[in-house]
């Protein structure tokens, strides 16, 4: 197994405060070249930008809150392709204040 | 979760694009709008790099530097999405956003998972929205949010610690808090309406 630098796209624009260069054990590459290099590009794609809210998101989250879901097999399998084209999609439903944004 | 995703090891390349609604934002909160969000994360390689390049180059040689349209976005987004092995969009309160621009939304998924086998969506919101979900999505897993106790605990044990005015706070109080919140907070939810007919619920 390789041990490569892990970037996604969830990170975009040139800040550290998403999931940015986090080391992961498998050649995982994934580098948004435009977020980086065309600043006038992204605003002209979209005036909304989610990377100042997930940052919030994350300040605000405590750890280990919400771990229950990523042990269901419903997320396990909705994760792993498992269930297939029918299963490509998960609702996580509930009222207001639950905690469904702050899901870890 | 996005973060578990960021994480987690997994065998192929995955890329993650998200996206939040706010009531706050409604008006600006259009489906192309969030299509362009959702897209600018995604494009990461390839014809559709270039491809986005030359629309901005040509749109800012035109008055007024036009912006895209749903349907050129759109086209993008699939090109985007089959240039990678597995894509996750996860889109946060659904309910937040009007209901003309959700349903755009929705059916502008729906289109995106047609052509990608590799992509997986994650969807938070109200119950009432799991109605449309389920009409665009009908195999689409519902699982249910209500706070947990050991949850509850967990947040109430961190904010104390931050607790600036620790003075006031006594020992008696700490156990109170710990013991009657959790037991309020469950109980405020217990009676969840099912509101997916469609959809598999998980117990």
């Known amino acids: 197994m390789d041990?490569?630098?892990?970037?996604?796209?969830?990170?975009?624009?040139?800040?550290?405060?998403n999931c940015n260069n986090v080391t992961n054990s498998h050649n995982n590459t994934v580098n948004n070249i435009l977020a980086d290099e065309n600043p006038e590009i992204m605003k002209w794609l979209s005036p909304?930008?989610?990377?100042?809210?997930?940052?919030?998101?994350?300040?605000?989250?405590?750890?280990?809150?919400?771990?229950?879901?990523?042990?269901?097999?419903?997320f396990r399998e909705w994760r792993s392709n498992g269930g297939g084209a029918d299963k490509a999609v998960l609702f996580c439903s509930g009222n207001p204040g639950v905690g469904k944004t702050h899901l870890r | 979760m996005i973060d578990d995703l960021c994480d987690g090891p997994c065998e192929k390349e995955v890329a993650i694009?998200?996206?939040?609604?706010?009531f706050r934002d409604q008006r600006e909160?259009?489906?192309?709008?969030?299509?362009?969000?959702?897209?600018?994360?995604?494009?990461?390689?390839?014809?559709?790099?270039?491809d986005?390049?030359?629309?901005?180059?040509?749109?800012?040689?035109?008055?007024?530097?036009?912006?895209?349209?749903?349907?050129?976005?759109?086209?993008?987004?699939?090109?985007?999405?089959?240039?990678?092995?597995?894509?996750?969009?996860?889109?946060?309160?659904?309910?937040?956003?009007?209901?003309?621009?959700?349903?755009?939304?929705l059916a502008s998924l729906k289109d995106t998972l047609q052509g990608s086998r590799g992509t997986r969506i994650f969807f938070t919101g109200r119950p009432q929205v799991g109605a449309e979900i389920a009409r665009y999505f009908t195999g689409s897993v519902l699982v249910p949010i209500s706070p947990?106790?050991?949850?509850?605990?967990?947040?109430?044990?961190?904010?104390?610690?931050?607790?600036?005015?620790?003075?006031?706070?006594?020992?008696?109080l700490r156990a109170d808090i710990?013991?009657?919140?959790?037991?309020?907070?469950?109980?405020?939810?217990?009676?969840?309406?099912?509101?997916?007919?469609?959809?598999?619920?998980?117990?």
Not at chain 1, 48 to 74: A, I
Not at chain 2, 148 to 172: F, N, P, V, W
Not at chain 2, 189 to 199: D, I, K, N, Q
């Open chain 2, 52 to 105: 986005v390049q030359k629309a901005f180059q040509k749109a800012k040689s035109e008055v007024g530097g036009r912006g895209l349209r749903l349907p050129d976005m759109m086209q993008m987004l699939k090109q985007a999405v089959a240039t990678l092995p597995q894509v996750f969009i996860c889109i946060d309160a659904l309910d937040e956003c009007l209901p003309k621009h959700l349903l755009e939304l």
């Open chain 2, 29 to 50: 909160q259009t489906a192309t709008n969030i299509v362009g969000d959702i897209l600018k994360q995604l494009v990461v390689r390839g014809k559709v790099l270039e």
């Open chain 2, 17 to 22: 694009a998200m996206f939040y609604c706010d």
């Open chain 2, 178 to 203: 710990l013991r009657v919140i959790p037991q309020r907070i469950s109980g405020m939810y217990v009676a969840e309406p099912a509101v997916l007919t469609s959809c598999k619920i998980l117990h």
């Open chain 2, 148 to 172: 947990k106790a050991h949850d509850i605990e967990r947040y109430l044990k961190k904010k104390l610690e931050m607790d600036t005015e620790s003075d006031a706070m006594s020992d008696t």
């Open chain 1, 48 to 74: 909304l930008d989610s990377r100042g809210k997930h940052h919030d998101v994350r300040t605000d989250r405590v750890d280990g809150v919400g771990n229950w879901l990523l042990e269901t097999n419903e």
């Open chain 1, 3 to 17: 041990n490569t630098t892990y970037r996604h796209s969830v990170s975009i624009g040139n800040d550290n405060v």
